[in-house]
């Protein structure tokens, strides 16, 4: 009876001392030579077992689909079916605990997390990894709900209330908003009125007491509902460059969340940023802004804050950095006539750690610059580098003349992307593929994406040469290797975003592409190919899963490397991984798998 088992490793991390003490007493060791069928296809399981020492390799016919290694469990989904669906063969001599079928089913009627973590599908194994860390998980105030917060109750006032009246409202009850009514339109307009009107309303010189105060409301607020997070909430006041936000459920006014109540509740400073952002006079006071989003990104991974809501606030912040640096590079004359824009990950809100530039600026038919525009653009890359956002080794950057170039110009580019489909113009339609407009005449940016639309749609030989780099991430050659390679390092490490997130990414790109589907985030675009019916609802959740999985692997290694003064390089050892993450690896690529046949299929790659 073994009193080593290890009681760390996935999913017996989850068990009780009663339940421990269970395994114990059923386990048993067994040995199997290199090289023989531990489990056969179609045979019935009476033992899960779990490696010691060894490797053991799960066949799909002839084909390797997955490897287990020490601390590893298998065939936990053959043992609750009754029947091995695949071959489990011993890679090199393997010494493995045994643990008995009647033990293994007694500790899932016992123990629902321990059953989802040992044979449900991603989904649930994601759900029962966060319900066994929902303790931890609760520490994150970004993941409460709006309504956790103070909300300040409601205080009506009629559109053509002065605003010396208002002003005596705000003194007696001891307030800094309220909200206006005006009864004139149909339905009824709310908006809200602040301490800050009062002083646009002092330099109107209109006397205070014959001023309306619907005159200066804004009828326009940014509402949130009290089930939102406040997280979301937070995001939107950065986005939407506000400090309150009207709370409503439906029709029903609940009252006025104030960024300085947020305060009081969340335990990161993202909204302090995004202010020093804002107020930043000179790059050098931006800098000092943009140094502590990555100290925010650390403090929100160690509280549980979910990597979706990490990469939402990142990407807010960053835009708001980005923008806040051009006003104050760039002339008047050139912010008006253009448009800056992000891509790749930065583009779709995907990017959590500073990674290199890629960004473009399109300019406005016959405009010419008031100043030097080359200088200006260096300007810009240089400073984006000294925040600590590297040179992009592809010279994807404003600071490059093909990547800042006129609507007519850009949408000749695209005609060329179209037409001739080469390694390079496939390169560039899948970077620009990923732009978001950061500040500017926003609709430039919609006129080249349109023109691109128009000149891809219904190209099904281009679509299956675009799409075809899902199959060819690992071959010495062609475009896409082009692309991946960017700035590689060529360490050892398993390069998560080969094998994982560029299919994957990539094949909801292609997709996105074949619908013009003018989404850029690739939650976005898989949520409207499930809507539109391209993509199975089970099969889009689960990629989802998948690449939030891919990000906080990305990050907590990438955090790792900053504790220990190394560069992020972007790289996993899988060695360092626990059980359960790589249990959820394995789980992940086989999403991975999955849907590069899909696509395979909808894109008929098997004739290229």
């Given at each position: 009876m073994p009193s080593a088992f290890n009681f760390t490793a996935s999913p017996f991390d989850c068990l009780t001392p009663e339940q421990r003490r269970l395994v114990q007493n059923h386990v048993d060791i067994a040995y199997f030579p290199q090289g023989e069928t531990i489990l056969a296809l179609g045979a019935q399981p009476s033992h899960l077992f779990v490696i010691i020492k060894g490797y053991v390799q799960q066949f799909d016919g002839n084909e390797v689909v997955t490897t287990y290694g020490p601390d590893d469990s298998f065939d936990g989904r053959g043992l609750v079916a009754g029947k091995v669906s695949s071959r489990f063969v011993a890679a090199e001599e393997v010494v493995a605990y045994q643990l008995a079928k009647q033990a293994v089913s007694d500790l899932i009627a016992d123990n629902a997390t321990f059953g989802a973590l040992l044979f449900s599908d991603l989904s649930n194994k994601l759900s029962a990894l966060t319900s066994r860390q929902s303790q931890h998980e609760l520490q994150s105030l970004a993941m409460a709900r709006v309504d956790a917060a103070f909300i300040h109750p409601p205080h009506f006032v009629d559109a053509g209330t002065s605003i010396l009246d208002v002003v005596k409202t705000f003194q007696a009850l001891r307030i800094n908003a309220v909200l206006v009514r005006d009864s004139r339109t149909t339905p009824v307009s709310v908006g809200i009125f602040t301490g800050m009107g009062v002083q646009k309303a002092v330099l109107r010189g209109t006397p205070l007491d014959q001023l309306a105060v619907g005159e200066l409301a804004n009828f326009s607020p940014i509402g949130v509902r009290p089930s939102d997070l406040i997280g979301d909430a937070l995001a939107s006041m950065i986005k939407h460059k506000v400090r309150r936000l009207l709370v409503a459920d439906g029709e029903q006014i609940i009252g006025i969340l104030e960024a300085l109540d947020l305060f009081g509740l969340l335990s990161n400073q993202s909204y302090q940023i995004n202010e020093h952002i804002l107020?930043?006079?000179?790059?050098?006071?931006?800098?000092?802004?943009?140094?502590?989003?990555?100290?925010?990104?650390?403090?929100?991974?160690?509280?549980?804050?979910?990597?979706?809501?990490?990469?939402?606030?990142?990407?807010?912040?960053?835009?708001?950095?980005?923008?806040?640096?051009?006003?104050?590079?760039?002339?008047?004359?050139?912010?008006?006539?253009?448009?800056?824009?992000?891509?790749?990950?930065?583009?779709?809100?995907?990017?959590?750690?500073?990674?290199?530039?890629?960004?473009?600026?399109?300019?406005?038919?016959?405009?010419?610059?008031?100043?030097?525009?080359?200088?200006?653009?260096?300007?810009?890359?240089?400073?984006?580098?000294?925040?600590?956002?590297?040179?992009?080794?592809?010279?994807?950057?404003?600071?490059?003349?093909?990547?800042?170039?006129?609507?007519?110009?850009?949408?000749?580019?695209?005609?060329?992307?179209?037409?001739?489909?080469?390694?390079?113009?496939?390169?560039?339609?899948?970077?620009?593929?990923?732009?978001?407009?950061?500040?500017?005449?926003?609709?430039?940016?919609?006129?080249?994406?349109?023109?691109?639309?128009?000149?891809?749609?219904?190209?099904?030989?281009?679509?299956?040469?675009?799409?075809?780099?899902?199959?060819?991430?690992?071959?010495?050659?062609?475009?896409?290797?082009?692309?991946?390679?960017?700035?590689?390092?060529?360490?050892?490490?398993?390069?998560?975003?080969?094998?994982?997130?560029?299919?994957?990414?990539?094949?909801?790109?292609?997709?996105?592409?074949?619908q013009r589907l003018t989404e850029v985030s690739t939650v976005a675009r898989i949520e409207a190919l499930v809507a539109g019916g391209k993509l199975p609802d089970k099969l889009g959740a689960d990629l989802i899963d998948s690449l939030h999985f891919f990000m906080g692997l990305k990050l907590k290694a990438g955090l790792q490397e900053l504790d220990t003064g190394r560069a992020v390089s972007g790289g996993i050892q899988t060695e360092k991984l626990s059980s359960l993450d790589r249990d959820l690896l394995k789980d992940t690529l086989g999403i991975v798998k999955q849907f590069k046949a899909l696509l395979s299929q909808r894109f008929h790659l098997e004739a290229l």
């Open positions: 107020a930043a006079q000179d790059l050098e006071a931006l800098k000092r802004a943009g140094v502590q989003t990555t100290r925010l990104i650390a403090l929100l991974h160690r509280n549980g804050t979910k990597v979706s809501l990490i990469a939402r606030l990142v990407q807010e912040l960053n835009l708001r950095l980005f923008e806040r640096a051009w006003h104050l590079i760039a002339p008047p004359d050139l912010v008006a006539n253009s448009c800056l824009f992000v891509m790749g990950s930065e583009g779709r809100g995907e990017q959590l750690l500073k990674t290199d530039q890629d960004n473009g600026l399109v300019l406005r038919d016959g405009y010419v610059c008031s100043q030097d525009l080359a200088a200006v653009c260096q300007r810009f890359s240089d400073a984006l580098a000294d925040f600590g956002y590297p040179v992009c080794p592809g010279n994807i950057m404003v600071s490059n003349p093909h990547w800042r170039q006129s609507v007519s110009d850009f949408r000749q580019m695209a005609r060329l992307w179209s037409v001739t489909a080469s390694p390079d113009s496939l390169m560039e339609l899948a970077i620009f593929l990923d732009a978001h407009a950061v500040c500017g005449d926003t609709t430039l940016l919609e006129e080249v994406r349109n023109a691109m639309f128009d000149l891809t749609f219904g190209n099904d030989a281009m679509l299956a040469r675009f799409a075809a780099a899902i199959h060819f991430f690992g071959s010495s050659q062609g475009w896409w290797n082009r692309l991946l390679n960017l700035g590689d390092k060529g360490d050892d490490q398993l390069d998560l975003k080969k094998v994982g997130i560029f299919p994957l990414v990539h094949g909801v790109r292609s997709l996105a592409l074949a």
